[in-house]
């Protein structure tokens, strides 16, 4: 069996307060995503949002419904969101193919009833990083090329927090339902990310860190602003994110992450900002 998938339910934030480093990583952590040949799914019942990662090296590994949807094929209720962060691979949505090149991402509708991956290169295969929502509504299928990307510059390197946003699948390029997925990469000599800090009660997220060398790691705040906890974070392991928590992270040198969200509102400028010397 090539497909896994784990349910992680939702948690109070004063419940959260009590836990101990076990617990955390437990519940929010997510470990394991990138294993050769197959496809590791994550359910949360934070909106209801999935993460996971598909490696194809020797063989091509098709996308499963899994149990807890209830559902003929995977995306009979659900919209998907696919960035490539390994070598070339290619995706085949419905009979139709799309070359994914490192860090190019798609976009695939609802009611899509087939998806498969597979690499170019068994020897420098494609990571294939997925994130889904439930959705009401079909969009076109849509790739999304590192040219195509909307990209902001903030930070600075003073501060630390230098860094290259890169939205790729948000409403301003592709239509979605709820699912927006980006990139940011921290810029030579930059370790923080997300700071100053925020959190945005009508949305959820997930991140996933990635390019973390490999004697290295990033440290990833969560929790509320005045009850933070932290969860220490290795390459190509990701972070679920409640409502109510903050998501920010520093690291050991620096390395790139994708963020991914799901809610009632897809504005990206959503955010309930956190004062730095506010945080506790």
């Known amino acids: 069996m090539s497909n896994n998938y784990q349910v992680r339910y939702a948690s109070a934030p004063e419940d959260v307060k009590n836990y101990d480093t076990h617990r955390l990583r437990k519940d929010f952590l997510i470990q394991n995503l990138m294993v050769n040949d197959q496809l590791n799914l994550v359910y949360s019942h934070y909106d209801r949002y999935i993460t996971g990662g598909v490696v194809p090296v020797t063989k091509k590994i098709k996308l499963e419904s899994i149990d807890p949807l209830k559902s003929k094929f995977f995306l009979e209720r659900r919209e998907l969101g696919i960035i490539n962060v390994g070598g070339k691979g290619r995706i085949i949505v419905n009979n139709e193919v799309f070359e994914m090149d490192y860090k190019e991402a798609l976009y695939v509708g609802r009611g899509n009833e087939s998806v498969i991956f597979y690499s170019e290169d068994p020897a420098n295969p494609a990571k294939f990083y997925i994130n889904s929502t439930p959705a ?42 709820q699912l927006q997925m980006g990139m940011t990469e921290l810029k030579t000599g930059s370790v923080w990310n997300t700071m100053p ?45 409640p409502p109510w928590s903050i ?30 010397n506010a945080l506790r």
């Open 136 to 177: 009401h509504k079909s969009y076109p299928t849509k790739k999304i090329s590192q040219s195509d990307a909307e990209i902001v510059e903030l930070g600075a390197l003073e501060t630390a927090n230098a860094r290259t946003i890169r939205k790729l699948i948000v409403n301003s390029l592709v239509e979605t339902c």
């Open 197 to 241: 800090a925020h959190v945005h009660d009508r949305r959820m997220e997930v991140y996933f860190y990635f390019e973390v060398p490999e004697d290295q790691a990033v440290c990833h705040f969560m929790g509320e602003p005045d009850e933070t906890r932290h969860i220490w974070v290795q390459n190509n392991q990701a972070v679920i994110s």
């Open 247 to 276: 998501h920010s992270g520093s690291g050991t040198s620096n390395y790139i992450f994708i963020w991914g969200m799901a809610g009632e509102n897809l504005d990206y400028g959503d955010m309930d900002h956190c004062k730095i």
